[in-house]
């Protein structure tokens, strides 16, 4: 869950990293260079935190760069030798900023069910320095291949099985909340669709294999997921750990009073390698992985379609949630 604490504390961040550019502009800088420690042999982080409006002065262009090569730079101007750079960026503001989620269904079976959903899905859009292979073609993919198990097997899901590909996620879960926003919950005022879905499941930690599940504090639905859990043990995957996580964009869904998960996956090199960076491509796919992980979804979604009840939430606080651009 996101407190209210935590988006005061990263609306001051992003707001003053806003001033800060400002700030280097006016002082006569032309561009920004930006590198981290993740950025070394070979791999470039390409990613910027701050969410764009188009009624925003337009700051500097910024660009990412090997550690490795920062460093040289900075060595070379510590001993006095002038450094020249030639940018070339191609980059330009595209007024049309509208975003667009693809959303499809499996209607249900059952007469009296088939208006109640289960919702599963992952976010389409990426960063731009590589394709977006496992942040998160990854969970697309295994939400689709899921899907596409369920289908395959004609197993009659008694509620509507919807998915929804995201847009907007890495600029602050834009596609997921505005969703959430128009059928569950506006201004603190519910919606009769949110009733009305049982759960959604989010894949979004890359490619490696699902280990688990977070729970987000519903200490009541730990027993029915731990059961769930109970034929793919050998399959690597048991954890029901109650804690929450973040980042995705099933925080759109707890925000709105739903159940919303994301499952606990094997971190693989995504946060060391492919997380944001140019290395995010096909190569680092386990595909093995990803059908291990479409066959504990596929079952999940399934399972949450027929059960008598839908899943147990637990008690809607209604908070400011996100930020809305700057
Ligand atoms: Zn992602």
Request: proline letters at 5%; a neutral charge.
């Amino acid at each position: 869950m996101v407190s209210r604490e935590m988006i005061q504390q990263y609306v001051g961040i992003f707001k003053s990293m806003a001033r800060a550019d400002v700030l280097f502009k006016q002082s006569g800088a032309v561009a920004i260079i930006s590198t981290g420690s993740t950025s070394i042999n070979g791999t470039v982080v390409v990613q910027s935190f701050n969410a764009y409006k188009l009624n925003i002065p337009e700051t500097l262009p910024k660009v990412s760069m090997a550690a490795e090569d920062c460093q040289k730079i900075k060595r070379l101007i510590k001993s006095g030798h002038p450094v020249e750079l030639e940018l070339n960026i191609q980059g330009k503001i595209s007024p049309e900023t509208k975003g667009y989620n693809v959303v499809g269904e499996i209607t249900g079976t059952d007469p009296k069910l088939k208006s109640q959903l289960v919702m599963l899905g992952g976010h389409l859009d990426s960063w731009s320095a590589a394709t977006g292979a496992t942040d998160n073609a990854a969970g697309c993919i295994v939400m689709l291949e899921a899907v596409r198990l369920l289908d395959s097997l004609h197993l009659k899901p008694k509620r509507t099985i919807r998915i929804a590909l995201w847009s907007g996620e890495e600029q602050g879960l834009l596609g997921s909340f505005n969703y959430a926003k128009i059928h569950f919950m506006d201004n603190g005022k519910v919606k009769p669709e949110q009733a009305k879905v049982s759960a959604y499941y989010n894949l979004d930690n890359g490619t490696g294999k699902i280990r688990g599940i977070y729970t987000q504090n519903n200490e009541t639905i730990k027993p029915i997921f731990e059961q769930w859990f109970v034929p793919f043990h050998d399959m690597g995957a048991a954890a029901v750990t109650t804690k929450n996580t973040g980042s995705t964009d099933h925080l759109s869904f707890d925000w709105a009073g739903i159940p919303g998960f994301q499952f606990v996956q094997d971190p693989i090199d995504y946060e060391t390698r492919t997380h944001h960076s140019n290395q995010d491509n096909y190569d680092h796919l386990q595909i093995d992985d990803l059908k291990q992980a479409a066959i504990i979804v596929a079952s999940f979604v399934y399972q949450s379609s027929v059960r008598p009840a839908l899943l147990p939430r637990k008690p809607l606080v209604v908070e400011p949630f996100a930020f809305d651009g700057f």
